[in-house]
């Protein structure tokens, strides 16, 4: 794991309204290394290379923890950025890579002695309870402990102590799927394309987190030339491409990349300025 990332307060203690976000998992649904593959990417020394499923952790200027998704990674992501605490996780949709590892929320119960809210737009709320029905059954035997989870609908922005998260529309396929802005920062993963409500949610938005999966065409990710257009046009200071398959090496990608435009990768933690 990158040294640069002591995980956990990262970012915390710095003074007026700053906050954090810790990538956890920068990698597609396969994760990278991908599962009997000996591709170059995949048996890369570059700890850059190895990518967790999609993931990221949230540090807001009141010292509030957020997990965005609960990748099937989480336990080994959570014990590698020695994560100890979780105040509320965010769902972006309801795809395998992002809710799996649900589970693990038991452990953030038992450490902080409380229910954990977890908020998703409608459908994705609804698939949760299908994919977790045993979570939410009441008839489930509690023997082996259950994730003692509240889940809330998201129709709107969030107020989550002093601050507000805006959820951010976005396609992914023909899917509508959720990014969220959190201050002057962006996380949109899992995108192939921006509707015209989400561009005015975008303004003002110095560090831009966006899908790029690879250089070829997929029907639901953009691709890094798309994604290039996306951050030419809403003009970041800082960007940072995420949910990576094993096309893309991370060095090379990079140095072929503009300035301020990089592949984020585990580990990597950025601050962004809440107001
Ligand atoms: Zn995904
Ligand atoms: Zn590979
Ligand atoms: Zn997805």
Same mark, same amino acid.
């Given at each position: 794991?990158?040294?640069?990332?002591?995980?956990?307060?990262?970012?915390?203690?710095?003074?007026?309204?700053?906050?954090?976000? =810790?990538? +956890? *998992?920068?990698?597609?649904?396969?994760? %990278? !290394?991908?599962?009997?593959?000996?591709?170059? $990417?995949?048996?890369?020394?570059?700890?850059?290379?190895?990518?967790?499923?999609?993931?990221?952790?949230?540090?807001?200027?009141?010292?509030?923890?957020?997990?965005?998704?609960?990748?099937?990674?989480?336990?080994?992501?959570?014990?590698?950025?020695?994560?100890?605490?979780?105040?509320?996780?965010?769902?972006?949709?309801?795809?395998?890579?992002?809710?799996?590892?649900?589970?693990?929320?038991?452990?953030?119960?038992?450490?902080?002695?409380?229910?954990?809210?977890?908020?998703?737009?409608?459908?994705?709320?609804?698939?949760?309870?299908?994919?977790?029905?045993?979570?939410?059954?009441?008839?489930?035997?509690?023997?082996?402990?259950?994730?003692?989870?509240?889940?809330?609908?998201?129709?709107?922005? =969030?107020? +989550? *102590?002093?601050?507000?998260?805006?959820? %951010? !529309?976005?396609?992914?396929?023909?899917?509508? $799927?959720?990014?969220?802005?959190?201050?002057?920062?962006?996380?949109?993963?899992?995108?192939?394309?921006?509707?015209?409500?989400?561009?005015?949610?975008?303004?003002?938005?110095?560090?831009?987190?966006?899908?790029?999966?690879?250089?070829?065409?997929?029907?639901?990710?953009?691709?890094?030339?798309?994604?290039?257009?996306?951050?030419?046009?809403?003009?970041?200071?800082?960007?940072?491409?995420?949910?990576?398959?094993?096309?893309?090496?991370?060095?090379?990608?990079?140095?072929?990349?503009?300035?301020?435009?990089?592949?984020?990768?585990?580990?990597?933690?950025?601050?962004?300025?809440?107001?």
């Amino acid at each position: 794991m990158e040294s640069a990332t002591p995980a956990g307060p990262t970012g915390a203690s710095s003074p007026g309204a700053t906050a954090s976000l =810790l990538f +956890l *998992g920068t990698g597609t649904s396969h994760g %990278v !290394p991908m599962i009997g593959c000996s591709c170059a $990417v995949c048996c890369s020394a570059d700890p850059r290379d190895d990518r967790f499923r999609p993931s990221v952790y949230v540090t807001l200027p009141d010292d509030t923890r957020l997990l965005i998704d609960t990748s099937p990674d989480l336990r080994l992501q959570a014990i590698r950025a020695r994560i100890a605490r979780v105040d509320a996780v965010l769902f972006t949709h309801g795809h395998a890579d992002h809710v799996l590892g649900l589970d693990e929320i038991r452990r953030f119960n038992h450490l902080q002695r409380e229910r954990i809210p977890c908020y998703a737009d409608p459908a994705t709320a609804a698939e949760l309870r299908r994919t977790f029905a045993y979570i939410f059954d009441q008839q489930t035997p509690s023997g082996g402990g259950l994730p003692q989870i509240d889940l809330f609908p998201l129709v709107g922005p =969030l107020c +989550l *102590g002093r601050h507000e998260v805006v959820p %951010v !529309p976005l396609w992914h396929g023909r899917r509508r $799927v959720l990014g969220y802005r959190f201050g002057r920062l962006a996380y949109l993963t899992d995108c192939s394309e921006l509707p015209e409500e989400a561009w005015p949610l975008l303004e003002g938005v110095e560090v831009l987190i966006l899908d790029a999966l690879r250089h070829r065409p997929h029907p639901t990710h953009f691709t890094v030339a798309q994604a290039l257009a996306v951050v030419q046009r809403l003009g970041p200071a800082r960007a940072w491409f995420t949910h990576i398959c094993h096309d893309l090496p991370h060095a090379e990608t990079t140095a072929a990349l503009p300035a301020g435009v990089d592949l984020a990768y585990d580990g990597l933690s950025v601050e962004f300025r809440w107001d």
